[in-house]
């Protein structure tokens, strides 16, 4: 079915004509179907019954709703999969309408429609949490299309959940990213990344090359309602054009030399999942508007072919080391791409401006690296303080994977059990080696009263000793209330408090799972500010 919804809401001409029969292309049993409760909320009645019809004729469980305030108290009384709501309507509009839908169940899926489209609009509501919006007008097919989608994306939720629940009944835990530091600006990146996680709004994460945004794009992904599905990167900036293209879209074959079989792409592969375009700012302009299209629509054309190959339900995370809005300015990087994809921006600040994190990293670093490539029981070596104290002090041109280097490098040549001297380093750095410690918590004095700084200095240093803590004593925590002086059960309240836990699985420590019920996780507000 690809004909207009309403007579005075045909199609625009040429968009997503070839649309047709893509919702065979996103398969999903009939009996799942009618049990995938839909609400359509729009003032217009034409529109809203037409959307009905399209809906029930697929299979899906439909109500339909005219006035927002009906809506909210009909969200009050049922539990709905996804809320279709109009953005502008009298008395209770859209926004408000996705705003109480995530808050009774964060697990809905809200798609807005609009029909007076700007770009503000669309990407607040896909910051408050909308899976996506619909531009009016649209087609059967187009609706088809982008509920088939959200049906899919709630599909993978249900499946990713039952999975880390089968892991946590056989008391085994799913290995989440671990992601070391303490700094404030560092830990403000990581916080707007887990509240965005279990959205699907579109990443952009920036920050100079090695500092941790892959990293981050994957503890999103694991903490997603994805994370059963793949985890996907692409490196636009490894791959001439034409070679990117066949990857990321995939090929007919015949579609040039040596296409010598049909191939799926990475957005194909990444369905359910999560696609990570690194280097975004370095894709050429051709595969810039074809990703849109992707993007918008959902729909994958392979190259060389005729038709529409599939359709993906794919979560995207654009990371980039450079400036993206120096190369919109610049005309490299395509304005409404950007916007699409800087939906939740965040951004990972550098080793060097995150100083105290520095030995953290470099105590993980260097007994990683001692166990995988030193014998077992092997005394363990240990850096100095005139050793962390230059680590401190290195300006970290290459961010943490510099300092993982480094730090690999002395566990491989060192003796076992030896005291690591800064001579040890090899530092490349050409920064002064400060005579304070930047690691020092009175390098981090803001103007505030005296109970106030000592209250945030001393959470501070609390949270930096526990991490370190339990770290140095491999997660023995018999071993690290030894060391520290205390009991056991101190030591945990202490943890508690902070919000740490220790990884069962690894040992170290982590930040503590949030409940799903908890504020923590709520979709972020607008502006992407963490409070
Ligand atoms: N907070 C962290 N805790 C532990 N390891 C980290 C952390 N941040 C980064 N790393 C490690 O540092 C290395 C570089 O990180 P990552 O690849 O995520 O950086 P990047 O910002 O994507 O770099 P590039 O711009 O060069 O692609 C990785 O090996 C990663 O495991
Ligand atoms: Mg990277």
Request: proline fraction near 6%.
């Amino acid at each position: 079915m690809s004909t207009a919804l309403a007579q005075n809401h045909l199609s625009r001409p040429g968009a997503r004509e070839d649309t047709k029969d893509l919702g065979a292309r996103l398969p999903i049993a009939p009996e799942v179907k009618a049990r995938v409760r839909i609400v359509v909320v729009d003032d217009e009645h034409t529109l809203r019954e037409s959307c009905a019809a399209v809906l029930r004729h697929e299979g899906y469980d439909v109500t339909v709703c005219g006035r927002g305030q009906e809506a909210l108290e009909l969200l009050k009384r049922r539990a709905f999969d996804i809320v279709i709501a109009d953005l502008y309507m009298s008395q209770v509009d859209g926004l408000v309408l996705l705003r109480a839908a995530l808050a009774t169940n964060h697990d809905t899926i809200v798609i807005v429609t609009t029909g007076n489209p700007s770009v503000e609009s669309s990407v607040e509501a896909l910051r408050q949490g909308a899976f996506d919006y619909l531009p009016k007008p649209f087609s059967a097919s187009h609706l088809q299309v982008l509920v088939g989608r959200a049906a899919h994306a709630l599909l993978v939720a249900r499946e990713s959940r039952d999975q880390e629940e089968d892991l946590e009944r056989g008391h085994a835990h799913s290995d989440k990213i671990t992601l070391l530091g303490t700094a404030p600006a560092f830990r403000r990146a990581i916080e707007l990344a887990r509240r965005v996680a279990p959205t699907d709004a579109s990443v952009l994460l920036t920050g100079e090359s090695g500092c941790g945004k892959e990293m981050i794009a994957q503890f999103i992904h694991a903490h997603s309602r994805r994370s059963s599905r793949p985890f996907v990167a692409v490196n636009c900036a490894a791959l001439p054009e034409g070679l990117l293209e066949s990857e990321m879209f995939g090929h007919r074959k015949g579609a040039f030399t040596g296409a010598v079989r049909d191939k799926p792409g990475l957005l194909e592969t990444a369905h359910g999942g999560t696609l990570l375009l690194d280097e975004l700012v370095d894709m050429p302009k051709p595969i810039q508007a074809k990703l849109l299209r992707v993007i918008q629509d959902g729909v994958v054309r392979r190259v060389g072919s005729e038709s529409n190959d599939a359709v993906v339900n794919v979560r995207f995370i654009a990371a980039t080391n450079s400036d993206p809005e120096a190369a919109v300015a610049a005309g490299t990087l395509r304005e409404d791409l950007y916007y699409r994809l800087r939906v939740v921006p965040i951004e990972v600040p550098p080793l060097r401006e995150r100083p105290e994190d520095i030995p953290l990293l470099a105590e993980y670093f260097l007994s990683t690296y001692w166990i995988r490539h030193r014998s077992k029981g092997a005394p363990f070596p240990k850096l100095t303080d005139a050793a962390i104290r230059a680590l401190c002090g290195n300006p970290w041109r290459g961010n943490v994977r510099e300092l993982q280097n480094a730090i690999e490098h002395v566990a491989v040549i060192t003796e076992p059990g030896s005291e690591i001297q800064p001579e040890d380093l090899r530092l490349t750095g050409d920064g002064e080696a400060p005579a304070a410690n930047p690691a020092s918590l009175i390098s981090t004095l803001l103007e505030e009263s005296y109970h106030a700084a000592r209250d945030r200095v001393i959470a501070q240093f609390e949270r930096q000793y526990l991490t370190w803590l339990v770290n140095r004593a491999t997660g023995n925590m018999s071993k690290a209330a030894r060391i520290a002086g205390v009991d056991r059960t101190t030591l945990y309240r202490l943890m508690e408090r902070h919000g740490l836990q220790r990884s069962p699985s690894t040992g170290w420590v982590t930040e503590r799972e949030v409940p799903a019920e908890e504020p923590a996780d709520a979709p972020p507000e607008a502006g992407g500010q963490v409070a």
